[in-house]
């Protein structure tokens, strides 16, 4: 499948959310990810720190990981998105099955980032 070409381009995150518990700002502050045509980035602090492909979802608002570097090598990441004008939602299945909802509480595989286009 095709990544989605509304999703290319360099987005800072805002806030996240682990199982529940809000990331610090001094996290999300320093955080951008970067979605080529094909490839994805994660940067933080200006140093690469996770890196792969990706492809847009079997159905609509959805896209997929594909880890090649850094802790999520080797790993398929199902994502949930919204995109509202600069602002970008995602819920990724960090367990490999694919979100749902937006809702991390008690569910320890789900992180949810927010994210402005830079």
Not at 31 to 59: C, F, H, K, N, P
Not at 70 to 90: E, F, K, S, T
Not at 112 to 118: G, I, K
């Amino acid at each position: 499948m095709e990544s989605a070409p509304e999703l290319t381009g360099r987005w800072q995150m805002i806030r996240a959310e682990l199982g529940g518990e809000a990331a610090p700002e001094m996290v999300t502050g320093r955080m951008i990810l970067e979605l080529g045509q094909r490839s994805y980035s994660v940067v933080y602090a200006g140093e690469v720190s996770d890196a792969g492909e990706w492809q847009g979802g079997a159905t609509e608002g959805t896209f997929t990981l594909l880890g090649r570097r850094g802790p999520n090598a080797g790993r398929r990441i199902p994502c949930l998105y919204q995109l509202a004008g600069d602002r970008l939602r995602v819920c990724f299945g960090l367990d490999g099955a694919e979100p749902s909802g937006f809702a991390t509480a008690g569910l320890a595989q789900r992180y949810t980032a927010v994210y402005r286009r830079l």
